[in-house]
């Protein structure tokens, strides 16, 4: 049994906590809210992030940073991103040398380009920080529903132990050495399931969402590869497969958002209505200067920002991403 601290009381890290407690591990879960904290310790149910979900009675639940974080096997990290380098920051003086940080969140730094491993180790030296990324929904993860993920870290041994205190009969992990890879397409998919979002919007079809998750893969494995990503992650769970269930999933509040743009609300209007973190919008701008600056062609990604920020019509976007000049599939092919 270990001992785990949960750090973030939203929907993904209530699942995994309920996850790693049914694995038999002693799990205390962090929230910066007291409010959060109150209702968890008494009702034993997050009713606005995991709702039916029922928490053990022998789960403990915190406000106190420290108390989370001392004496812990390992931390989970699981706060949206824009919060991940300030929780980082405030998380530094009671992580111990070598204590391990599993990073669950997606997203990339807009000012910085870093990812959110990238922050984590320039805020907190000391840690071994690793990453879990893969098609998994909080709200199925929380149910039980069997689900697929990767575990990416910097050592084989950091991934193999985490590998065995995640894994169980309906949570099957796979490790992997590419953890740049794995966080560069749990991120640039968020952008990806705007447009197959704004897409579902307009009332255009299944042709037109598997000709946006193939060619947006596309954009994330040209771009990921350049940086230093293995192809490998991008057809495998964290690439491909977390992009389908971002497009697709009823539970992605990416698509959700992008449906609601597609539909004819501003992306503000659209934020406000999902009522939580739309994690592509704060990396749209991010994935868009990485483009720029590996030099590498994103016309979905560039369409998104142009209609999140510039305001672009929807329709308008599409018609000039099917009008571009002709072009091979693949570049490696010859003829």
Not at 117 to 140: F, K
Not at 253 to 263: D, E, P, S, V, W
Not at 291 to 308: M, Q, R, S, T
Request: charged content about 25%; proline content about 3%; hydrophobic content about 40%.
């Amino acid at each position: 049994m270990a001992k785990v601290g949960i750090m973030g009381a939203g929907s993904w890290g209530t699942a995994l906590a309920l996850l790693l407690h049914s694995n038999g591990h002693e799990v205390t879960v962090w929230s910066i809210s007291e409010e959060e904290v109150k209702m968890l310790s008494e009702k034993r149910v997050h009713e606005s992030k995991l709702p039916g979900v029922k928490l053990p009675e022998d789960m403990a639940f915190t406000s106190d940073m420290e108390s989370a974080i001392k004496g812990k096997d390992f931390l989970v990290l699981a706060v949206p991103s824009k919060f991940t380098r300030g929780t980082a920051r405030n998380m530094k003086p009671y992580v111990s040398e070598g204590q391990i940080i599993v990073d669950v969140a997606k997203g990339i730094e807009e000012d910085t380009l870093m990812t959110l491993s990238q922050q984590i180790e320039e805020e907190i030296p000391q840690a071994d920080v690793a990453v879990l990324s893969g098609p998994s929904h909080a709200e199925e993860v929380g149910r039980q529903l069997p689900t697929a993920v990767v575990i990416g870290a910097k050592t084989e041994e950091t991934a193999s132990y985490l590998q065995d205190m995640f894994m169980n009969k309906v949570f099957r992990v796979y490790t992997s050495s590419d953890m740049l890879g794995m966080e560069l397409g749990g991120s640039l998919k968020n952008v990806i399931a705007l447009a197959a979002g704004i897409a579902d919007g307009l009332g255009y079809g299944d042709n037109t969402k598997a000709a946006l998750i193939t060619r947006g893969i596309a954009e994330i494995a040209r771009l990921g590869v350049k940086m230093g990503g293995t192809i490998e992650s991008f057809t495998g769970l964290t690439g491909i497969g977390d992009l389908i269930v971002t497009c697709a999933s009823v539970h992605s509040r990416n698509r959700k958002a992008g449906y609601l743009i597609g539909q004819g609300l501003s992306m503000e209007e659209a934020m406000d209505e999902v009522k939580m973190v739309v994690e592509g919008v704060y990396s749209a701008k991010a994935a868009a200067k990485l483009g720029k600056k590996y030099d590498i062609a994103l016309p979905i990604v560039d369409k998104v920002n142009e209609v999140l920020f510039d305001g672009k019509d929807p329709r308008e976007a599409v018609d000039e991403l099917m009008m571009r000049s002709g072009k091979v599939e693949h570049t490696t092919l010859q003829w």
